[in-house]
């Protein structure tokens, strides 16, 4: 897959899910100006939906902070995990039925992505999973990150990992569900 290298947009199907990305301009406000950035953009579909109102956010610096000190916890699905909890936002509509989907096995799966996946240039990216994909964001970077710190060529990394993840978590749903 020639995609890896170049980081240029793609839609592609990869171990039987549909894969996007992308290269995402942007800009940051620095004082007075505006500076353009770009952000990477990787999304997969679930083959089949999870149909339980699910939307867990990876939590940044700022929310994991609050999360600490109790502000953010009330309205929060938890796990009884403390990592996980204090790592990922979960709003469900199907509290139980989440319960069951994300063992501890899918827990584990996630906690090992926040320690050991590989960010397509240095920024620690952000994790959305919903009922229906699973979306990672990494950025902002200045332009001269293109020119002067080349990527790592990790993205193929970094999507089969996500997908092993989306596999569990439709396996356990197939089980479930039957």
Known sequence: MGYFHELEDFDELIDSYKTS???????????????PVYFYRLKIKFNNNLHIGLDISQRDRVEHFLWLIGITR???????????????????????????????????????????????????????????????????YSEEWRIFDPHRGKIEDLFRELINIMKAIENISTRIIQ
């Open 74 to 140: 009330f309205r929060d699905v938890h796990t009884m995990n403390h990592h996980f909890d204090s790592q990922y936002r979960v709003k469900c509509a199907n509290v139980k039925l989440f319960r069951s989907l994300f063992d501890y096995n899918i827990m584990s799966m996630l906690e090992q992505f926040d320690r050991d996946y590989p960010p397509i240039r240095k920024k620690n990216g952000i994790l959305r999973i919903t009922d229906t994909f699973v979306r990672y964001v990494e950025g902002p």
């Open 21 to 35: 990305f992308t290269v995402e301009n942007s800009v940051t406000v620095a004082g007075k100006s505006c500076i």
